[in-house]
C-alpha cells in the first residue's frame, strides 16, 4: 500500500493551497481518507477525514470553514483544499487510511484509527 501526498509549499497568509492524495495497493472505496497534520514541537493533529460516500468530519476549532476534504474513488485520490491559510496552519500534513470496519463505523479521528500512512507534505504559511 502507497500513500503518496503533494501540492505542500510556501504561501502567503490568506491564500490556498490544495493537496492530493494518491493510493494504490489498496481497495480505495473501502477506506476512510484522512488529512493530519504536525508543527515543529507538537503532537499529530486531526484535521479531516472523509468516508467513501462523502460523510466528512472536521477539526472544528482549528479548519472548519476554511479546509475541505473530497475524494474520487475512480482516481483513487483524495484532495484537501485549504482556503484563507494562517500561519499557524504551517505543518508537515500526512494523508492515511482507515479501512472501514463495519456500515456503522463513525469517521475516525485519531491516528491510531488508520491502518496506512503516507510520507506527508509541508506547508508553510508566511505572514
Do not use: H
Not at 14 to 28: E, V
Not at 54 to 66: D, L, P
Not at 70 to 91: F, G, H, I, V
Amino acid at each position: 500500500v502507497q500513500l503518496q501526498a503533494s501540492g505542500g509549499g510556501l504561501v502567503q497568509a490568506g491564500g490556498s493551497l490544495r493537496l492530493s492524495c494518491a493510493a494504490s495497493g489498496l481497495a480505495f472505496s473501502s477506506y476512510f481518507m484522512g488529512w493530519f497534520r504536525q508543527a515543529p514541537g507538537k503532537e499529530r493533529e486531526f484535521v479531516t477525514a472523509i468516508g467513501s460516500s462523502g460523510v466528512s468530519k472536521y477539526n472544528e476549532n482549528s479548519v472548519k470553514g476554511r479546509f475541505a476534504i473530497s475524494r474520487d474513488n475512480a482516481k483513487n485520490t483524495a484532495y484537501l483544499q485549504m482556503n484563507s491559510l494562517k500561519p499557524e496552519d504551517t505543518a508537515v500534513y500526512y494523508c492515511a487510511a482507515s479501512r472501514i470496519r463495519s456500515i456503522i463505523m463513525a469517521v475516525p479521528t485519531t491516528p491510531t484509527d488508520y491502518d496506512y500512512w503516507g510520507k506527508g507534505t509541508l506547508v508553510t504559511v508566511s505572514s
